[in-house]
């Protein structure tokens, strides 16, 4: 491609940029995390890399139109931040990092599952008080695990609650696209949605922040969990309506719940789940292993050199459906 382009959006310092020196020599490379330089790079960018947490910089580059452009990647899969009404007016094609987080959510739904499972609250209790205090712990083979949302992460999450021994219950907007999923024994549409919560053990929010999304488990699927069902997010935090999760923990009416994302983020001080003996909290890092960064960059080296070919690009995003 003549005139190529590239502008992207962070730190030049940061340790996953430094890959940027395997694109192909003579290749026009912008970095900058400025909003007035990213704006005046923007009116020659073919294309745009934007890293993790820098969608008002993107918004920014783009708010002279663009011109030029013809591809935006987000190092991220979420692309909730990034679809303003710029980016949605834009004829640039948008991909994500979609998929190359799954593996590590997946593993931490498992930690969510075996935290309960095993009571690890209070065998860490017993041990800081220095008490011998054995007690009948649980098993996950045999329990049920239902996945609210269930694409790429959702996916990761029933591989190893299959390879525990659960049974498997999915949900999903399109369930057409999973009926011969070997994994998962019932996948239903929205309307469907209550009947696998109340069978399960373990309920898994792994949709993503789209219209529609927001609420998809409040009031009426927390009267049918079971009493001690664990409600696992590893989505987006507005998928759960967050004053009804609270109740339910304070009320004793589910067990527990681990939680990677939630409404505000940070959770600002002196949230009421802070103060909840029956929560496992995790700052949204639950997809920050070593490397991640890294690995993320490789999906983009590789629609680079597909975009400089003329190649379709992978994860591309539907700008109009949110993902």
Request: charged share 20%; aromatic share 6%.
């Amino acid at each position: 491609m003549s005139s190529h382009h590239l502008l992207a959006l962070g730190e030049s310092g940061d340790a996953h940029f430094a890959l940027l020196s395997r694109l192909p020599q003579g290749t026009r490379i912008t970095v900058t995390a400025d909003a007035r330089q990213a704006a005046e790079a923007a009116a020659s960018a073919t294309a745009i890399l934007c890293d993790m947490g820098r969608g008002r910089l993107l918004q920014a580059a783009m708010a002279g139109g663009a011109p030029q452009l013809r591809w935006v990647h987000c190092l991220s899969a979420g692309v909730e931040t990034v679809l303003f009404p710029a980016m949605l007016a834009h004829p640039a094609i948008l991909t994500n990092g979609r998929g190359m987080y799954k593996r590590a959510l997946g593993e931490f739904v498992i930690a969510g599952c075996l935290f309960f499972a095993k009571d690890i609250a209070r065998l860490r209790a017993s041990q800081a008080r220095g008490a011998w205090d054995p007690f009948t712990m649980r098993e996950l083979a045999g329990r049920t695990m239902a996945i609210v949302g269930y694409g790429e992460i959702g996916q990761a999450a029933a591989v190893l609650a299959r390879a525990f021994g659960m049974r498997v219950l999915a949900c999903r907007r399109r369930p057409e696209r999973s009926r011969d999923d070997p994994l998962v024994e019932r996948v239903v549409g929205d309307a469907e949605r209550g009947e696998i919560i109340a069978q399960a053990d373990y309920i898994v929010a792994a949709a993503p922040d789209v219209p529609g999304a927001a609420g998809l488990i409040g009031a009426a699927e927390f009267a049918r969990m079971k009493p001690d069902a664990v409600l696992i997010n590893v989505g987006r935090g507005p998928t759960i309506v967050e004053a009804e999760l609270v109740a339910a923990l304070r009320e004793g009416r589910i067990r527990g719940a681990a939680l990677d994302v939630y409404d505000r983020e940070p959770l600002p001080e002196g949230h009421p789940l802070y103060g909840l003996d029956n929560v496992l909290l995790s700052p949204h890092c639950a997809d920050r292993v070593e490397g991640w960064l890294e690995t993320a960059m490789t999906v983009f080296l590789e629609n680079h050199a597909r975009f400089l070919a003329g190649e379709p690009l992978r994860n591309m995003v539907d700008k109009q459906a949110g993902y």
